[in-house]
T-cell receptor, first 114, second 111 residues
Framework: DAKTTQPPSMDCAEGRAANLPCNHSTISGNEYVYWYRQIHSQGPQYIIHGLKNNETNEMASLIITEDRKSSTLILPHATLRDTAVYYC???????????????FGRGTQLTVWP | DADVTQTPRNRITKTGKRIMLECSQTKGHDRMYWYRQDPGLGLRLIYYSFDVKDINKGEISDGYSVSRQAQAKFSLSLESAIPNQTALYFC??????????FGPGTRLTVT
């Protein structure tokens, strides 16, 4: 169910913005873009999600292109603790739907260096 | 206290043994999931449950079974463990959205 494409690895200097891209060219109109991250061997952690508009929370910002075929997760001031694998997931979120499952691909390994 | 807990956190067992991994949550969510993760791979869904009476197979359910004892508890069993079931196992919960909350994981080694 590989609906997204992400680079396998990226790095970023501490204190700088980390911009993680994701391509989802076959996204449907009712599908959201979700981002999760997994710090080494810990349980994945939800970061943010969006449908059409850009979103921001205390962890990150999500920029979705107007055609919705790609998105970028932005960590505005990366720290060493942000080193993790970041997963971009596209999925519908219908109430009561059996499509509540998430498919995790291989994600992007982000390394933040001092 | 953690919202999603898993026990045990680490387990070494022998081929052919029966083993149960337990998951408990305090988030009040109806939906619970079991995933496994192998080195260098993403997570793969084993089983999921949308309420106490609803249990469904995921991508890789062969060799596993589950029990939803209550809204807050979802157990995964390996009836006869084999070495290729050595992996990191995660339990997760969610409401109707796709914001899943994961436990800390159980590292299982089958020798």
């Amino acid at each position: 169910d590989a609906k997204t494409t992400q680079p396998p690895s990226m790095d970023c200097a501490e204190g700088r913005a980390a911009n993680l891209p994701c391509n989802h060219s076959t996204i449907s109109g009712n599908e959201y873009v979700y981002w999760y991250r997994q710090i080494h061997s810990q349980g994945p952690q939800y970061i943010i999600h969006g449908l059409k508009n850009n979103e921001t929370n205390e962890m990150a910002s999500l920029i979705i292109t107007e055609d919705r075929k790609s998105s970028t997760l932005i960590l505005p001031h990366a720290t060493l603790r942000d080193t993790a694998v970041y997963y971009c997931i596209v999925r519908a979120a219908d109430r009561g739907s059996t499509l509540g499952r998430l498919y995790f691909g291989r994600g992007t390994q982000l390394t933040v260096w001092p | 206290d953690a919202d999603v807990t898993q026990t045990p956190r680490n387990r070494i067992t022998k081929t052919g043994k029966r083993i149960m991994l337990e998951c408990s949550q305090t988030k009040g969510h109806d939906r619970m999931y079991w995933y496994r993760q192998d080195p260098g791979l993403g997570l793969r869904l084993i089983y999921y449950s949308f309420d106490v009476k609803d249990i469904n197979k995921g991508e890789i359910s062969d060799g596993y079974s589950v029990s939803r004892q209550a809204q807050a508890k979802f157990s995964l069993s390996l009836e006869s463990a084999i070495p290729n079931q050595t992996a990191l196992y995660f339990c997760a919960t969610s409401d109707y959205g796709l914001e899943q909350y994961f436990g800390p994981g159980t590292r299982l080694t089958v020798t």
